[in-house]
């Protein structure tokens, strides 16, 4: 043998790993699991998805789209479930799932491993403990233990390896019930079950934590009990994925990426709440008859009446009375409160910050859902366009760029009859007061060219929808996040890319989001698992390796056999 045959690389072998999705949604987790990757030795994974079933036809539709693969329309349901649910009876046509239709639906293939987040409605401390209990919600609660049933009855002679079962964390609690009964349906189909905690902005480097309910079922004959932990990486600011992010509204970012219409309160609201706080600010207002008593325009009243410093500006002198009413002696810190970023309502993140949890709620004033924005508006300026210059002030340069030219509030009087002055009395950009009464109008009539403008002192009516830009006392510009956005949090695209899922309702399309797997975190999760399968195919109990056995959350999935069970 030749030194040239003794160093002969392997010939690489290719391990297929099939995956199935139940409660599939959009298909971001499964699209998660097809970037997914790993290597043994010369043993490498592909992974190739073989279906997902969903209730959600528009779903099914956007899984199609981000995955490549059909998924199926079915409703799992017991007819018992679904008049709970419903409140009436179903349709004609429609009839129980059977396990029958989940093979049908990954194509009468067995997979390696199943994926699935049931609905979690139910589970969410978003949903009060009362309502949790109606039957509506109970019904919807037990979809998850049918599901589970129909899944392993459908893969009963091949049974999968690997089952990863995900939810939200109160599902521990709330649902403590159920996952017990899930627990020992797993054990009396040979499966080891552990319950463990993630967080899917760590796992997937997000500007968002998403702690997450993570139930893992290892098939005790067919995978040996050890799991390699996937790396944990640092939560990204807010900002360093909205500044890559066309601006709202912009037309290059689609329908998805409009401003979403607020009521005229909800702004107003915003635009009090102090960057990296919530619904919380508003307490510290003073609130009468539903106006506020601390704004107003009033004469100088003392230097530096309630004067708010920077962060990063120097203090004045401390004076014996040093109160917020009498001078500078307040601050604007930045620095949230510990704990004020989860669950808040009203809540506004800075560009810097890392955002929470992307949930299926749609507005403001169910969480931490706007942001602090400081970009500027429409498009880049000279900076001395449609500039004003006091009449004691020195103007710009003067420049030959047609479209810049500069203006000058000027106080004296126009109306001093001149040579050539006909034009100041023509109203030119002229202005009315509301109690004024208009001039005839012409057929030429427009704002350039006479009194046709109003000084309008109305405002919108507290719930009248509009979009506003109203900066706020941080000279931001506080605002929801589009529905672009809300994907891009969740990792389903890049910020650079171009989005438009099934339907035009955003409504729609946020719940939708808010209910995905993140993609990059799935592929964390699918990375590790596929690593565990290759090392089970291989015969290996060991791999040298820097990455630690995953003995915190979900390696205790795999590598520890919970009740009693070897």
């Given at each position: 043998?030749t030194?040239?045959?003794r160093?002969?690389?392997a010939p690489v072998?290719?391990r297929?790993?099939?995956?199935?999705?139940?409660?599939?949604?959009?298909?971001?987790?499964?699209?998660g699991?097809?970037?997914?990757?790993?290597?043994?030795?010369?043993m490498?994974?592909?992974?190739?998805?073989?279906?997902s079933?969903?209730v959600?036809?528009?779903a099914?539709?956007?899984?199609?789209?981000l995955?490549?693969?059909?998924?199926?329309?079915?409703?799992?349901?017991?007819?018992?479930q679904?008049?709970?649910f419903?409140g009436?009876?179903?349709?004609?046509?429609?009839?129980?799932?059977?396990?029958e239709d989940i093979?049908?639906?990954?194509?009468?293939?067995?997979?390696h491993i199943?994926?699935?987040?049931?609905?979690?409605?139910?589970?969410?401390?978003?949903?009060?403990e009362?309502r949790?209990?109606?039957?509506?919600?109970?019904?919807?609660?037990g979809l998850?233990?049918?599901?589970v049933?129909?899944?392993?009855e459908?893969?009963?002679?091949?049974?999968?390896e690997?089952?990863?079962?995900?939810?939200?964390?109160r599902?521990?609690?709330r649902?403590r019930?159920?996952?017990?009964?899930?627990?020992?349906?797993?054990?009396?189909?040979?499966?080891?079950w552990?319950?463990?905690?993630?967080?899917?902005?760590?796992?997937g480097?997000?500007?968002?934590?998403r702690?997450?309910?993570l139930?893992?079922?290892?098939?005790?004959?067919?995978?040996?009990?050890?799991?390699?932990?996937?790396?944990?990486?640092?939560?990204?600011?807010v900002g360093?994925?909205?500044?890559?992010?066309p601006l709202?509204?912009?037309?290059?970012?689609g329908?998805?990426?409009?401003i979403p219409q607020?009521?005229w309160?909800?702004?107003?609201?915003?635009?009090?709440?102090?960057?990296g706080?919530?619904?919380?600010?508003?307490?510290?207002?003073?609130?009468e008859?539903?106006?506020?008593?601390?704004?107003?325009?009033?004469p100088e009243?003392?230097?530096?009446?309630?004067g708010?410093?920077r962060?990063d500006?120097s203090?004045?002198?401390v004076?014996?009375?040093?109160?917020?009413?009498?001078?500078?002696?307040?601050?604007?810190?930045?620095?949230?409160?510990?704990?004020?970023?989860?669950?808040?309502?009203?809540?506004v993140m800075?560009m810097?910050?890392?955002a929470g949890?992307?949930?299926?709620?749609k507005?403001p004033g169910?969480?931490?859902?706007?942001v602090?924005?400081?970009?500027?508006?429409g498009?880049e300026?000279?900076?001395?366009?449609f500039?004003?210059?006091?009449?004691?002030?020195?103007?710009?340069?003067?420049t030959?760029?047609?479209?810049?030219?500069q203006?000058?509030?000027?106080p004296?009087?126009s109306?001093i009859p001149?040579?050539?002055?006909?034009?100041?009395?023509?109203?030119?950009?002229?202005?009315?007061?509301?109690?004024?009464t208009?001039?005839?109008?012409?057929?030429a009539?427009c704002?350039?060219?006479?009194?046709?403008?109003?000084a309008?002192?109305r405002m919108?009516?507290?719930?009248?929808?509009?979009?506003?830009?109203i900066r706020?006392m941080d000279?931001t510009?506080?605002?929801?996040f589009t529905?672009?956005e809300?994907?891009?949090?969740?990792?389903?695209?890049?910020p650079?890319e171009?989005?438009?899922?099934?339907?035009?309702?955003?409504?729609?399309?946020?719940?939708?989001?808010?209910?995905?797997?993140?993609?990059?975190?799935?592929?964390?999760?699918a990375?590790?698992?596929?690593q565990?399968?290759?090392?089970?195919?291989?015969g290996?109990?060991?791999?040298?390796?820097?990455?630690?056995?995953?003995?915190?959350?979900?390696a205790?999935?795999?590598?520890?056999?919970q009740?009693?069970?070897?």
């Amino acid at each position: 043998m030749t030194a040239r045959d003794r160093f002969t690389a392997a010939p690489v072998d290719v391990r297929e790993i099939r995956h199935f999705h139940l409660f599939g949604a959009i298909g971001a987790g499964a699209s998660g699991f097809m970037r997914g990757s790993a290597r043994v030795g010369n043993m490498v994974a592909r992974p190739r998805c073989i279906g997902s079933v969903d209730v959600d036809p528009a779903a099914n539709r956007d899984f199609r789209r981000l995955v490549g693969v059909e998924a199926t329309t079915l409703d799992m349901f017991s007819l018992e479930q679904y008049i709970a649910f419903h409140g009436r009876m179903p349709p004609a046509g429609w009839k129980e799932a059977t396990p029958e239709d989940i093979l049908r639906a990954a194509g009468y293939e067995f997979p390696h491993i199943v994926f699935l987040s049931a609905p979690c409605k139910g589970f969410s401390g978003l949903l009060n403990e009362t309502r949790s209990k109606t039957d509506k919600y109970v019904a919807l609660n037990g979809l998850t233990e049918r599901g589970v049933f129909l899944m392993l009855e459908a893969f009963k002679d091949c049974l999968p390896e690997l089952i990863v079962f995900e939810n939200v964390p109160r599902i521990a609690t709330r649902g403590r019930h159920l996952l017990d009964r899930i627990a020992k349906l797993f054990r009396a189909y040979g499966y080891a079950w552990a319950e463990t905690t993630h967080d899917c902005g760590k796992l997937g480097r997000l500007a968002q934590s998403r702690k997450r309910f993570l139930g893992v079922a290892r098939h005790m004959e067919k995978v040996p009990p050890f799991l390699y932990e996937p790396p944990q990486h640092r939560l990204q600011a807010v900002g360093t994925v909205l500044d890559r992010m066309p601006l709202p509204g912009d037309p290059a970012g689609g329908p998805m990426h409009r401003i979403p219409q607020l009521q005229w309160k909800t702004w107003v609201r915003l635009a009090f709440v102090e960057a990296g706080s919530d619904w919380r600010s508003l307490n510290r207002l003073n609130v009468e008859d539903g106006y506020l008593q601390d704004f107003l325009i009033v004469p100088e009243y003392r230097a530096g009446f309630l004067g708010v410093n920077r962060f990063d500006a120097s203090m004045g002198t401390v004076a014996g009375r040093s109160g917020p009413s009498n001078g500078a002696f307040s601050i604007a810190d930045p620095r949230p409160p510990a704990g004020t970023l989860e669950y808040s309502q009203y809540g506004v993140m800075r560009m810097e910050d890392t955002a929470g949890a992307v949930i299926n709620v749609k507005s403001p004033g169910q969480g931490t859902f706007s942001v602090a924005d400081p970009r500027h508006q429409g498009p880049e300026k000279h900076s001395n366009e449609f500039r004003i210059v006091p009449f004691d002030g020195a103007a710009m340069a003067v420049t030959g760029a047609h479209g810049s030219g500069q203006c000058v509030a000027d106080p004296r009087p126009s109306g001093i009859p001149q040579k050539g002055d006909h034009y100041l009395t023509g109203g030119h950009y002229g202005v009315r007061r509301m109690t004024d009464t208009s001039g005839a109008v012409s057929s030429a009539a427009c704002h350039d060219n006479g009194f046709w403008s109003v000084a309008d002192h109305r405002m919108p009516a507290a719930t009248d929808k509009l979009v506003a830009v109203i900066r706020a006392m941080d000279g931001t510009w506080h605002r929801p996040f589009t529905t672009l956005e809300l994907a891009v949090l969740q990792s389903i695209i890049e910020p650079e890319e171009y989005l438009e899922l099934d339907g035009l309702n955003d409504s729609a399309w946020r719940e939708r989001i808010g209910n995905a797997v993140p993609p990059a975190a799935a592929e964390a999760i699918a990375s590790t698992m596929y690593q565990t399968l290759l090392l089970a195919w291989s015969g290996e109990t060991f791999l040298l390796s820097s990455t630690p056995i995953w003995v915190r959350p979900v390696a205790v999935a795999l590598s520890v056999a919970q009740g009693g069970t070897a």
